[in-house]
């Protein structure tokens, strides 16, 4: 999963993926207003989707109009073991006592996950057999499956991890991302403007566009700094020690809140807001105000032998993605729609009007109501 040479055979896959997402937004979109009712479910779907790509080695049909059984299964089961971990972790911890319905609930979903991981062991058993895929090309789920120091059961619950571990987070990372673009026109133009630079009409991205994207990549490092999807850090200090004045006692949990680091102003210059140039030498040159004097703040993924192994192929589904949205698409937030109309924002006004601007409703929350236009 670290292996960059695996992340980038990946890149056509995604790439059709993206054109798949596009594809999904438009069926959603009401054809008079544009909105689309629940934009988060499909961004979920998409999450599911680039999971079991990397994981299972494949596309398995998340993004399709109709889900056939299994994949619906695999949907279920995901769900149902988030929803039991939420219900563990913040409701009366009955179950360390007693199987309580919390407790069942995330047991037959562990279950559900792990049949659905031994349904997608044969077929990729078969592959392995039947065709050499050199290192390069190897999936994770192959990578797993070669390992001749564990055992089946062992292949397996890695599987389940894996799969289950990455499947909403993609999802609920693109829709924050989406949120900051649509929050920041000026932004959106820039990236536009990257993109139509570095590629043709029509021509797919490659990994030589995302090594010269240089935007690309701050919108998606400043999206980190501002909404990382994981606000911080814990560790479990294995002995006593003294941290800013503060006796800590051995195996006492720390969190290092780097959500709250990274919005100081002592840290990043005019930290409320969303400036990409921040991580972009040549603007930094020219406005020294804006440099990072300590980046390491910005680590969603975690660091060192702890770090997120999906760090990599995260990033590059978002830049992706991103770069897919931002051609076909202009997303805009609804309480700036008279701003831009009022305003010199020439730029935004006039490709909206080139490219098909339209509404999108996105629910980012349980009663946290948020509406893009695209």
Not at 127 to 150: F, M
Not at 217 to 223: L, T
Not at 232 to 257: D, F, K, N, T
Not at 279 to 284: D, G, H, K, L, R
Request: with cysteine.
């Amino acid at each position: 999963m670290v292996n960059t040479r695996v992340i980038q055979n990946l890149i056509a896959d995604v790439n059709d993926m993206a054109i798949d997402y596009i594809a999904g937004i438009n069926k959603l979109r009401d054809p008079d207003t544009g909105r689309v009712q629940d934009i988060i479910e499909l961004n979920r779907k998409l999450g599911f989707e680039s999971t079991c790509l990397l994981g299972l080695g494949c596309r398995v049909g998340f993004l399709e109009d109709e889900l056939n059984p299994r994949v619906k299964r695999l949907s279920q089961a995901t769900n149902c073991l988030f929803e039991a971990l939420n219900e563990a972790n913040y409701n009366l911890p009955l179950w360390r006592y007693f199987p309580n319905s919390t407790y069942k609930k995330l047991a037959k979903a562990e279950e559900d996950l792990y049949e659905l991981a031994c349904e997608y062991l044969e077929p990729a058993l078969q592959r392995i057999e039947e065709s050499y895929e050199p290192e390069a090309a190897q999936t994770v789920l192959i990578g797993i499956l070669k390992r001749s120091d564990l055992d089946d059961k062992d292949k397996k619950s890695s599987i389940v991890d894996f799969v289950s571990s990455g499947m909403n987070t993609i999802g609920n990372t693109l829709s924050l991302l989406l949120y900051l673009i649509a929050k920041n026109p000026d932004a959106q133009t820039k990236l536009y403007e990257e993109i139509n630079n570095l590629l043709e009409p029509d021509e797919p991205i490659s990994a030589k566009y995302l090594n010269s994207a240089r935007y690309l990549k701050a919108c998606v490092q400043e999206y980190f700094r501002i909404l990382p999807t994981a606000p911080q850090i814990a560790r479990i200090v294995e002995s006593e020690m003294v941290l800013s004045g503060y006796q800590v006692p051995e195996w006492s949990v720390v969190l290092c809140h780097t959500s709250a680091a990274c919005k100081n102003e002592n840290y990043f210059h005019q930290a409320d807001k969303f400036i990409p140039e921040r991580w972009i030498a040549s603007e930094v040159e020219a406005n020294p105000d804006l440099k990072v004097q300590y980046p390491f703040l910005v680590s969603p993924f975690g660091f060192q032998r702890r770090i997120c192994p999906g760090k990599k192929f995260t990033e590059q589904m978002l830049h992706i993605f991103l770069a897919t949205v931002s051609t076909f698409l202009v997303i805009i937030w609804p309480t700036l729609v008279n701003v831009l109309s009022n305003s010199g924002c020439s730029s935004i006004r006039s490709a909206v009007r080139e490219r098909f601007g339209a509404g999108v409703q996105v629910p980012v929350g349980p009663g946290w109501p948020t509406h893009y236009r695209f």
